[in-house]
């Protein structure tokens, strides 16, 4: 329903009175006049108040949301897609002491190589939240590039384990390179779980 402008209440409520006041003469009119004035001030101070009721709601109102455009809605959805149950079930629970296929990588690649305003929310408030996200994405991916590499027995495995070495005599740096990918994998899964309900209250999803 469209606001009626103060201005409009007034004029209206003008035109009303007209015919209402020209039912009286103007001794009736001087006789009425106190009685009157003591309803205009009543009126009017209950106006003041809620004008000071409104004024102060407006002032202690947080601020209201960016409009909602269909590209963030977009996005989100499409950061969804990419880091869908499957992969966060695997950031939160792999261990890198053990192996993992080359596809367990794949989102977390994926979203590393997205640049440019195709993949910046319009949204402020999200935009700052999705930029902490996503350099904790472009860490585990760089963490990847450095501390995984092919399995000797299955190149379509990664391994953290440093070849030419038993897996139960391992140097001591490659247990830190363990320890390096299981933080940086947990730190994108809690980094989402911040993220994502806090997108999804502001495009009201």
């Known amino acids: 329903m469209k ?3 103060p201005w409009t209440l007034l004029w209206a409520a003008l035109l009303a009175a007209i015919p209402i006041a020209s039912q009286f003469t103007p001794d009736q009119v001087v006789d009425k006049l106190s009685t009157w004035r003591t309803v205009a001030v009543v009126v009017i101070a209950v106006l003041l108040i809620i004008s000071l009721i409104r004024m102060a709601r407006a002032y202690f109102r947080p601020p209201a949301a960016d409009a909602i455009s269909q590209h963030d809605v977009q996005l989100f959805a499409r950061i969804n897609e990419v880091l869908n149950d499957g992969a966060l079930t695997f950031l939160a629970d792999h261990d890198f002491h053990n192996d993992c296929h ?3 990588l794949k989102p977390v690649e994926t979203i590393s190589y997205w640049h440019g305003p195709n993949y910046m929310f319009n949204d402020r408030a999200i935009q ?3 930029e902490k996200l996503f350099a904790k994405i472009l860490h585990l991916s760089s963490t990847h590039g450095s501390n995984l590499i092919n399995s000797e027995d ?3 495995r990664m391994t953290a384990w440093h ?3 038993p897996k ?3 140097p001591p740096q490659a247990h830190v390179e363990v320890k390096e990918l299981n933080d940086a994998a947990l730190d994108v899964y809690r980094g ?3 993220f994502a ?3 999804r209250k502001r495009l009201r999803l």
């Open 3 to 5: 606001k009626v402008l």
């Open 102 to 104: 080359v596809s367990n």
């Open 128 to 130: 700052k939240r999705w």
């Open 154 to 156: 299955n190149v379509e």
């Open 163 to 165: 070849l030419g070495f």
């Open 168 to 170: 139960n005599a391992q």
């Open 192 to 194: 989402y779980g911040e």
């Open 197 to 199: 309900p806090f997108a």
